[in-house]
Protein backbone atom coordinates (compact mmCIF):
# COMPACT_ATOMS: atom_id res chain seq x y z
CA UNK A 1 0.00 0.00 0.00
CA UNK A 2 1.48 3.80 -0.73
CA UNK A 3 0.22 7.14 0.44
CA UNK A 4 0.54 10.45 -1.67
CA UNK A 5 0.89 13.82 -0.93
CA UNK A 6 0.68 16.28 -3.36
CA UNK A 7 2.05 19.69 -3.50
CA UNK A 8 2.63 22.74 -5.09
CA UNK A 9 -0.66 23.77 -6.76
CA UNK A 10 -1.53 27.28 -6.84
CA UNK A 11 -2.73 30.60 -8.32
CA UNK A 12 -0.62 31.78 -11.88
CA UNK A 13 -1.15 33.63 -14.88
CA UNK A 14 -2.07 32.39 -18.02
CA UNK A 15 1.75 31.83 -20.12
CA UNK A 16 2.79 30.75 -16.25
CA UNK A 17 4.42 27.69 -15.16
CA UNK A 18 3.70 25.42 -11.77
CA UNK A 19 5.65 21.67 -10.76
CA UNK A 20 3.23 19.76 -8.73
CA UNK A 21 4.70 17.35 -6.49
CA UNK A 22 3.54 13.91 -5.19
CA UNK A 23 5.43 12.00 -2.08
CA UNK A 24 4.77 8.55 -1.84
CA UNK A 25 4.94 7.07 1.64
CA UNK A 26 6.30 3.16 1.45
CA UNK A 27 9.39 1.44 -0.04
CA UNK A 28 7.62 -0.26 -2.90
CA UNK A 29 7.06 3.66 -4.54
CA UNK A 30 9.35 1.65 -7.97
CA UNK A 31 6.60 -0.66 -8.14
CA UNK A 32 3.68 1.84 -8.88
CA UNK A 33 2.73 3.51 -12.50
CA UNK A 34 2.21 6.55 -11.34
CA UNK A 35 -0.06 9.07 -13.24
CA UNK A 36 -1.53 12.94 -12.97
CA UNK A 37 -5.17 13.42 -13.24
CA UNK A 38 -7.22 16.49 -12.42
CA UNK A 39 -10.97 17.40 -12.40
CA UNK A 40 -12.75 20.88 -13.12
CA UNK A 41 -15.62 21.88 -11.60
CA UNK A 42 -18.35 20.26 -13.07
CA UNK A 43 -16.18 18.03 -15.44
CA UNK A 44 -15.41 14.06 -15.03
CA UNK A 45 -12.09 13.92 -13.82
CA UNK A 46 -9.62 13.40 -16.79
CA UNK A 47 -6.30 11.63 -16.82
CA UNK A 48 -3.25 14.22 -17.41
CA UNK A 49 0.09 12.27 -17.95
CA UNK A 50 1.22 8.58 -16.76
CA UNK A 51 4.61 7.66 -16.32
CA UNK A 52 6.25 3.82 -16.26
CA UNK A 53 7.80 2.27 -13.24
CA UNK A 54 11.03 2.94 -14.33
CA UNK A 55 10.65 6.59 -15.95
CA UNK A 56 11.01 5.08 -19.56
CA UNK A 57 7.70 5.56 -20.82
CA UNK A 58 5.39 8.27 -20.55
CA UNK A 59 1.85 9.23 -22.00
CA UNK A 60 0.07 12.59 -22.43
CA UNK A 61 -3.23 13.42 -23.08
CA UNK A 62 -3.63 15.50 -25.98
CA UNK A 63 -4.68 18.71 -23.93
CA UNK A 64 -1.37 19.10 -22.44
CA UNK A 65 1.43 17.27 -24.64
CA UNK A 66 4.12 19.93 -25.40
CA UNK A 67 3.39 21.81 -22.35
CA UNK A 68 3.10 19.23 -19.73
CA UNK A 69 6.42 17.08 -18.47
CA UNK A 70 6.02 13.90 -15.86
CA UNK A 71 8.77 12.60 -14.62
CA UNK A 72 10.01 10.32 -11.29
CA UNK A 73 12.69 10.16 -8.85
CA UNK A 74 12.55 6.43 -7.37
CA UNK A 75 15.15 7.30 -4.93
CA UNK A 76 13.10 10.28 -3.46
CA UNK A 77 9.66 8.28 -3.84
CA UNK A 78 8.59 11.81 -5.42
CA UNK A 79 6.95 12.05 -8.70
CA UNK A 80 6.34 15.44 -10.31
CA UNK A 81 4.72 17.16 -13.01
CA UNK A 82 6.27 20.56 -14.75
CA UNK A 83 3.36 22.42 -16.48
CA UNK A 84 4.23 25.13 -18.78
CA UNK A 85 2.58 27.48 -21.22
CA UNK A 86 -0.61 27.16 -18.44
CA UNK A 87 -4.09 28.23 -20.13
CA UNK A 88 -7.07 28.92 -17.71
CA UNK A 89 -8.85 26.25 -19.11
CA UNK A 90 -6.18 24.38 -17.07
CA UNK A 91 -8.07 25.29 -13.61
CA UNK A 92 -8.67 21.64 -11.58
CA UNK A 93 -7.69 20.06 -8.79
CA UNK A 94 -4.98 17.61 -9.76
CA UNK A 95 -4.70 14.25 -8.08
CA UNK A 96 -1.85 11.90 -8.22
CA UNK A 97 -2.31 8.32 -8.24
CA UNK A 98 -0.71 4.78 -8.20
CA UNK A 99 -1.38 1.87 -9.85
CA UNK A 100 0.01 -1.67 -9.44
CA UNK A 101 -1.12 -2.93 -13.01
CA UNK A 102 -1.60 0.65 -15.03
CA UNK A 103 -4.90 -0.21 -15.99
CA UNK A 104 -6.52 0.51 -12.60
CA UNK A 105 -5.73 3.62 -9.97
CA UNK A 106 -6.20 2.34 -6.47
CA UNK A 107 -4.67 4.88 -4.49
CA UNK A 108 -4.90 8.61 -4.61
CA UNK A 109 -3.80 11.39 -3.21
CA UNK A 110 -5.45 14.57 -1.64
CA UNK A 111 -5.41 16.50 -4.73
CA UNK A 112 -4.03 20.29 -4.69
CA UNK A 113 -5.78 23.21 -6.50
CA UNK A 114 -4.30 24.61 -9.63
CA UNK A 115 -5.86 27.90 -11.07
CA UNK A 116 -5.27 29.71 -14.05
CA UNK A 117 -6.46 33.44 -14.17
CA UNK A 118 -6.68 34.44 -17.86
Known amino acids: QVQLVESGGGLVQAGGSLRLSCAAS????????MGWFRQAPGKERERVATISRGGGSTNYADSVKGRFTISRDNAKNTVYLQMNGLKPEDTAVYYCAGSTTGLTYRYWGQGTQVTVSS
Open 26 to 33: GRTFSSYV
